[in-house]
């Protein structure tokens, strides 16, 4: 299989690497940059767990070949924020118990950053519906709306002029 040179911004940072060119934008995030917030849940696009941020939209990495992310932005998880420093919408999801086992919620945060920049104080349905491509076994969603409540909430006072 030939191999393919992607050039693109990768958290932040400009990356040139080489993938086989049918490989998911899944593969190359996780086992091409070692990047493992990511996870492979279905790998049919049915959970989100795999959602990462493509020009600032939430995408299904499994669904996505890598070649289709040339010259583009991606975010994943570790783009969002540090271990001292959490981005407000991990902080609102460990603060609100909205973690459980964790494996949905790399999917589930980066869905929510997309709605909250598209909309910042979005209604409980909007809500539901922003994360409705994102499955979760452990927590019934309750607190994961809390928490991108709380998320709105800091963001647009954060926003605000000092």
Known sequence: MALVELAMTVNGKQIRAQVEEHRTLLYFIREVLGLKGTKEGCGE??????TVLLDGKA?????????????RELTTIEGLGSPGNLHPLQQAFVEEGAIQCGYCTPGMILSAKALLDSNPNPSIEEIRTGISGNLCRCTGYQRIVAAVQKASRILIQNSRPK
């Open 45 to 50: 696009g049915d959970c989100g767990a795999c």
């Open 59 to 71: 995408v299904n990495s499994c669904l996505v070949l890598a070649v289709q992310a040339v010259g």
